[in-house]
C-alpha cells in the first residue's frame, strides 16, 4: 500500500512544487485512489500498436527473400510447410533468421535505454562501455588460435562479459556512490572508464589484426558490421530479451525517480547503488547476447530509445517494454531489407537500420522541436 | 640522396652487362623495364614469392612480405612487412632493383613514394589460370632466367590441359564455392577460383554477380539448389555444418558437402594447380553421388 513510489511522489511534489505542471506529476494518483501505473491504458494502447506493427513485419519478411521463391509460394507454404523448397525457405532460413532478429533488436533497443537512464547521457547506446569491442577481442582471440565457429562464438560472449566486468570492477565505486551534485553529469567516472576500456579493446583488436599469422579480415567483417545470416540459435536473443524486460519490469517506477539524480531519488526511498548495478548488469548481459547472436550492429540501441522518446515521452514503465517492441521490429525490417533489396547479394544490415532510422529520427525530431 | 648512387649502380651494372635493355608489360599494362636482369628483388605478396621462386629466380629475392610460408627458403629472406603496412626505410635500404607487386593490394601511396626512388614496379594480378603463366614468363624475363621460367611456365600448362581434357567436357555440376561461412561470401565469374571450377566441369552459381567476392543470403544458395558445395576449412572449423539440416538442398542429402584438403586456391601460383587437381577429383566424386542418388 505505502509503496517507495508513492512515497516518492508524494516527497516529489512537495520538494517540486513547480514541476507539478510536468505530465508525471498531474497525472500521479491522489492518495485516496487505489495506485495503479499512470496512463495505463495509454501504455498498452502504445504497446498493442507497436506489437501489430511488428507482428506486420515479421509476416511481411517470413513472405519476402529470393526472386525465385515467389511471394505466393511463401504464403502456400507458410500454411502447409510441405517439403517444398518455399517451405525450407520460409521455415528453416526466415522463421529462425526473423525472429534472431527480433529478439536481437529488442534487446539492443533495451540495452540503450537502460544505459541511457544508467548514464543520464543522451549519446548512450548499448557498445559505450566498451563491450562490443570486447566481444571482438575474444572472438578474434580465438580465430587466432584456430578455433572453429562454436568457439569463436563463446570467445566473443566471454570477452564480452569480460569487459562488462572489468568495468564494473573499475567503476563499481562510481555505482555504489551517491553524486550529491544534479548540476553536471551524473556519472562522469564510469561512462570514462567505459571509453577508456573501449579505446584500449580496439588498440588490441588492430593489434591482432596486425600480428595475426592469417589476416582473416572477412572473418572480422562480422565483428564490425554485424549479420543476422549465420546465425545458429533463434531462441537465445529471445529468450534474454524476455527475462530481461520482466526482470526490469517492477523497477520501471524507480528508473523514473532515478532519473531526477542520484540524491533525489535516495532521498525518495530508492536505493540507488544496488539499482545502478541491477542496471548495468541487465544492459550487459543484453548486449552481450545481441552482440554474440549476431555481431555489432550499429544505430538501433541509439535511435530507438529516443526516437519513442519524443513518441510516448519519457516515463520508462511505458518506455521499456515499448523499446523491446519498436527495437525487434525495426531490426526485422531492415534485414528484411537487407536480404531482398539487391538478391541474391546482401547488405550489412547495419547500414539499413541508419538508412532507415536517420531519416526517420530526424523527421520525427523537427516534427516535435 | 640517393638517386645519385642508385643511377651510378644502374650506369654500373648496365655497363658491365652490357646487354639490351629488357622489357615487359604487366598486368596493369604498364611496360617495365630493366637496365639489366634483376638481381635484388623484393616482393610483396607471399603469392608473387612463389611465382618468383617458380620462376627459378628465388636466389635474387632480397626481401618478401609478411605470411610468406612458401617455398621453405622463402622464410629466411628478410621481411619487409606486408601490403597494408609496408615499411618503407627496410625496402630502400634492401637496395632492390625490381619490386614486385600482387596488384590487389591497396597500396599505390607505398607504391608512389617508391617511384621517387626510381625502383621499377612490375605488377602480377593473374585472373586466369594461363595468366599465372604469363607471371612466370615475365619474372623469368625479368631475372634473366627465362630457361627456368619457360619450364615452369610449361608446366603449369600442360597441367592445366591434363585437367581440361580429362574433366572439362564431363556433365555439368553446378557448384557453390563458399570462401566464409559467416558473412556467407562466394567468389564471381572474374575470381580465378571460378576459373579452376569451369576446368573442372563445374558451374558456379553465382558467376554472373557484379563483386568479386560477394557476400550473398543462404536463401539465393537454397534457391539455386546447386548440386554440390565446396568449402575450405580452417583449422578445427566445419564451415559446412550450417548446410545439413536443409533437406530440400540437393548437395546437403547427396552428401555432396565437400571439405577441401588443399588451402592453395586461394594463391594465384603454380601452387594453385594443386587446389585445381583436388577441386576436380571432387567435383567428379560428387558428380558420381549424384549420379547414383538419381537412380
Given at each position: 500500500?505505502?509503496?517507495?513510489?508513492?512515497?516518492?511522489?508524494?516527497?516529489?511534489?512537495?520538494?517540486?512544487?513547480?514541476?507539478?505542471?510536468?505530465?508525471?506529476?498531474?497525472?500521479?494518483?491522489d492518495?485516496?485512489?487505489?495506485?495503479?501505473p499512470?496512463?495505463?491504458?495509454?501504455?498498452?494502447?502504445?504497446?498493442?500498436?507497436?506489437?501489430?506493427?511488428?507482428?506486420?513485419?515479421?509476416?511481411?519478411?517470413?513472405?519476402?527473400?529470393?526472386?525465385?521463391?515467389?511471394?505466393?509460394?511463401?504464403?502456400?507454404?507458410?500454411?502447409?510447410?510441405?517439403?517444398?523448397?518455399?517451405?525450407?525457405?520460409?521455415?528453416?532460413?526466415?522463421?529462425?533468421?526473423?525472429l534472431?532478429?527480433?529478439?536481437?533488436?529488442?534487446?539492443?533497443?533495451?540495452?540503450?535505454?537502460?544505459?541511457?537512464?544508467?548514464?543520464?547521457?543522451?549519446?548512450?547506446?548499448?557498445?559505450?562501455?566498451?563491450?562490443?569491442s570486447?566481444?571482438?577481442?575474444?572472438?578474434?582471440?580465438?580465430?587466432?588460435?584456430?578455433?572453429?565457429?562454436?568457439?569463436?562464438?563463446?570467445?566473443?560472449?566471454?570477452?564480452?562479459?569480460?569487459?562488462?566486468?572489468?568495468v564494473?570492477?573499475?567503476?563499481?565505486?562510481?555505482?555504489?556512490r551517491?553524486?550529491?551534485?544534479?548540476?553536471?553529469?551524473?556519472?562522469?567516472?564510469?561512462?570514462?572508464?567505459?571509453?577508456?576500456?573501449?579505446?584500449?579493446?580496439?588498440?588490441?583488436?588492430?593489434?591482432?589484426?596486425?600480428?595475426?599469422?592469417?589476416?582473416?579480415?572477412?572473418?572480422?567483417?562480422?565483428?564490425?558490421?554485424?549479420?543476422?545470416?549465420?546465425?545458429?540459435?533463434?531462441?537465445?536473443?529471445?529468450?534474454?530479451?524476455?527475462?530481461?524486460?520482466?526482470?526490469?519490469m517492477?523497477?520501471?517506477?524507480?528508473?523514473?525517480?532515478?532519473?531526477?539524480?542520484?540524491?533525489?531519488?535516495?532521498?525518495?526511498?530508492?536505493?540507488?547503488?544496488?539499482?545502478?548495478?541491477?542496471?548495468?548488469?541487465?544492459?550487459?548481459?543484453?548486449?552481450?547476447?545481441?552482440?554474440?547472436?549476431?555481431?555489432?550492429?550499429?544505430?538501433?540501441g541509439?535511435?530507438?530509445?529516443?526516437?519513442l522518446?519524443?513518441?510516448?515521452?519519457?516515463?520508462?514503465?511505458?518506455?521499456l517494454?515499448?523499446?523491446?517492441?519498436?527495437?525487434?521490429?525495426?531490426?526485422?525490417?531492415?534485414?528484411t531489407?537487407?536480404?531482398?533489396?539487391?538478391?541474391?547479394l546482401?547488405?550489412?544490415?547495419?547500414?539499413?537500420?541508419?538508412?532507415?532510422?536517420?531519416?526517420?529520427?530526424?523527421s520525427?525530431?523537427?516534427?516535435?522541436? | 640522396?640517393?638517386?645519385?648512387?642508385?643511377f651510378?649502380?644502374?650506369?654500373?651494372?648496365?655497363?658491365?652487362?652490357?646487354?639490351?635493355?629488357?622489357?615487359?608489360?604487366?598486368?596493369?599494362?604498364?611496360?617495365?623495364?630493366?637496365?639489366?636482369?634483376?638481381?635484388?628483388?623484393?616482393?610483396?605478396?607471399?603469392?608473387?614469392?612463389?611465382?618468383i621462386?617458380?620462376?627459378?629466380?628465388g636466389?635474387?629475392?632480397?626481401?618478401?612480405?609478411?605470411?610468406?610460408?612458401?617455398?621453405?627458403?622463402?622464410?629466411?629472406?628478410?621481411?619487409?612487412?606486408?601490403?597494408a603496412?609496408?615499411?618503407?626505410?627496410?625496402?630502400?635500404s634492401?637496395?632492390?632493383?625490381?619490386?614486385?607487386?600482387?596488384?590487389?593490394?591497396?597500396?599505390?601511396?607505398?607504391?608512389?613514394?617508391?617511384?621517387?626512388?626510381?625502383?621499377?614496379?612490375?605488377?602480377?594480378?593473374?585472373?586466369k589460370?594461363?595468366?599465372?603463366?604469363?607471371?612466370?614468363?615475365?619474372?623469368?624475363?625479368?631475372?634473366?632466367?627465362?630457361?627456368?621460367?619457360?619450364?615452369?611456365?610449361?608446366?603449369?600448362r600442360?597441367?592445366?590441359?591434363?585437367?581440361?581434357?580429362?574433366?572439362?567436357?564431363?556433365?555439368?555440376?553446378?557448384?557453390?564455392?563458399?570462401?566464409?561461412?559467416?558473412?556467407?561470401?562466394?567468389?564471381?565469374?572474374?575470381?580465378?577460383?571460378?576459373?579452376?571450377?569451369?576446368?573442372?566441369?563445374?558451374?558456379?552459381?553465382?558467376?554472373d554477380?557484379?563483386?568479386?567476392?560477394?557476400?550473398?543470403?543462404?536463401?539465393?544458395?537454397?534457391?539455386?539448389?546447386?548440386?554440390?558445395?565446396v568449402?575450405?576449412?580452417?583449422?578445427?572449423?566445419?564451415?559446412?555444418?550450417?548446410?545439413?539440416?536443409?533437406?530440400?538442398?540437393?548437395?546437403?542429402?547427396?552428401?555432396?558437402?565437400?571439405p577441401?584438403?588443399?588451402?592453395?586456391?586461394?594463391?594465384?601460383?603454380?601452387?594453385?594447380?594443386?587446389?585445381?587437381?583436388?577441386?576436380?577429383?571432387?567435383?567428379?566424386?560428387?558428380r558420381?553421388?549424384?549420379?547414383?542418388?538419381?537412380?
Amino acid at each position: 500500500m505505502d509503496s517507495p513510489q508513492r512515497q516518492a511522489y508524494a516527497a516529489h511534489r512537495m520538494t517540486h512544487p513547480e514541476r507539478r505542471a510536468r505530465p508525471e506529476a498531474t497525472s500521479a494518483p491522489d492518495d485516496s485512489a487505489p495506485y495503479r501505473p499512470a496512463g495505463f491504458a495509454r501504455a498498452v494502447a502504445v504497446w498493442t500498436v507497436l506489437l501489430a506493427c511488428a507482428l506486420a513485419a515479421v509476416f511481411v519478411a517470413l513472405l519476402l527473400g529470393s526472386s525465385d521463391i515467389g511471394i505466393g509460394d511463401s504464403l502456400a507454404a507458410l500454411v502447409s510447410p510441405g517439403d517444398s523448397l518455399a517451405g525450407a525457405a520460409v521455415y528453416q532460413l526466415r522463421l529462425p533468421r526473423t525472429l534472431a532478429a527480433f529478439g536481437t533488436g529488442g534487446l539492443l533497443a533495451v540495452a540503450g535505454c537502460l544505459m541511457q537512464v544508467l548514464l543520464r547521457n543522451p549519446l548512450a547506446d548499448p557498445y559505450i562501455l566498451g563491450l562490443s569491442s570486447g566481444a571482438a577481442v575474444g572472438a578474434l582471440g580465438a580465430m587466432l588460435f584456430g578455433a572453429g565457429l562454436v568457439a569463436v562464438t563463446f570467445g566473443a560472449a566471454a570477452g564480452a562479459l569480460a569487459s562488462s566486468l572489468l568495468v564494473f570492477v573499475l567503476a563499481n565505486r562510481d555505482l555504489a556512490r551517491l553524486h550529491i551534485s544534479t548540476t553536471v553529469v551524473d556519472s562522469p567516472r564510469l561512462i570514462l572508464t567505459g571509453v577508456m576500456l573501449a579505446a584500449g579493446w580496439g588498440a588490441v583488436v588492430t593489434l591482432i589484426l596486425v600480428l595475426a599469422p592469417e589476416r582473416n579480415l572477412r572473418g572480422m567483417l562480422f565483428w564490425a558490421m554485424g549479420d543476422l545470416g549465420g546465425v545458429e540459435r533463434w531462441w537465445p536473443a529471445l529468450a534474454a530479451l524476455a527475462l530481461i524486460v520482466a526482470a526490469a519490469m517492477p523497477l520501471l517506477r524507480q528508473f523514473n525517480v532515478l532519473l531526477r539524480g542520484d540524491a533525489v531519488a535516495a532521498t525518495l526511498g530508492v536505493r540507488v547503488p544496488a539499482l545502478k548495478r541491477f542496471i548495468f548488469v541487465a544492459a550487459s548481459i543484453a548486449t552481450a547476447v545481441a552482440v554474440t547472436t549476431a555481431g555489432t550492429i550499429g544505430f538501433v540501441g541509439l535511435v530507438v530509445p529516443h526516437a519513442l522518446r519524443l513518441l510516448v515521452g519519457n516515463d520508462q514503465r511505458v518506455l521499456l517494454p515499448a523499446c523491446a517492441i519498436a527495437g525487434g521490429g525495426l531490426l526485422v525490417v531492415a534485414d528484411t531489407a537487407a536480404r531482398t533489396i539487391v538478391d541474391p547479394l546482401q547488405l550489412p544490415v547495419g547500414v539499413v537500420t541508419a538508412f532507415i532510422g536517420v531519416p526517420a529520427f530526424l523527421s520525427l525530431l523537427l516534427r516535435t522541436r | 640522396m640517393f638517386r645519385p648512387a642508385l643511377f651510378t649502380l644502374a650506369t654500373v651494372v648496365s655497363f658491365a652487362a652490357r646487354a639490351e635493355p629488357i622489357s615487359v608489360v604487366d598486368d596493369a599494362g604498364r611496360t617495365v623495364t630493366l637496365a639489366a636482369p634483376a638481381r635484388r628483388i623484393v616482393s610483396l605478396a607471399p603469392s608473387t614469392t612463389e611465382l618468383i621462386y617458380a620462376a627459378g629466380a628465388g636466389a635474387y629475392v632480397a626481401g618478401t612480405s609478411s605470411y610468406t610460408d612458401y617455398p621453405p627458403e622463402a622464410k629466411a629472406v628478410p621481411q619487409v612487412g606486408d601490403a597494408a603496412m609496408i615499411n618503407m626505410e627496410r625496402i630502400v635500404s634492401l637496395k632492390p632493383d625490381l619490386i614486385v607487386v600482387w596488384s590487389h593490394v591497396d597500396s599505390a601511396a607505398v607504391l608512389e613514394k617508391l617511384k621517387v626512388f626510381g625502383i621499377p614496379v612490375y605488377y602480377s594480378e593473374p585472373r586466369k589460370i594461363v595468366d599465372i603463366a604469363k607471371s612466370l614468363t615475365d619474372l623469368g624475363t625479368l631475372a634473366g632466367t627465362n630457361e627456368a621460367a619457360a619450364r615452369a611456365a610449361n608446366d603449369l600448362r600442360e597441367r592445366r590441359e591434363k585437367l581440361h581434357a580429362r574433366y572439362a567436357g564431363r556433365p555439368p555440376i553446378r557448384v557453390f564455392y563458399q570462401v566464409w561461412e559467416r558473412p556467407l561470401m562466394t567468389v564471381n565469374g572474374q575470381q580465378m577460383i571460378s576459373d579452376a571450377i569451369a576446368l573442372c566441369g563445374g558451374v558456379n552459381i553465382f558467376g554472373d554477380l557484379a563483386p568479386t567476392v560477394p557476400t550473398v543470403n543462404r536463401e539465393a544458395v537454397v534457391a539455386a539448389n546447386p548440386d554440390v558445395i565446396v568449402t575450405f576449412n580452417g583449422e578445427g572449423e566445419d564451415g559446412l555444418a550450417g548446410w545439413k539440416s536443409l533437406t530440400t538442398l540437393n548437395a546437403a542429402t547427396w552428401g555432396n558437402l565437400v571439405p577441401l584438403s588443399t588451402p592453395t586456391l586461394g594463391r594465384p601460383s603454380p601452387r594453385f594447380l594443386d587446389g585445381a587437381e583436388n577441386l576436380c577429383v571432387e567435383l567428379d566424386r560428387a558428380r558420381e553421388r549424384r549420379g547414383a542418388a538419381a537412380k
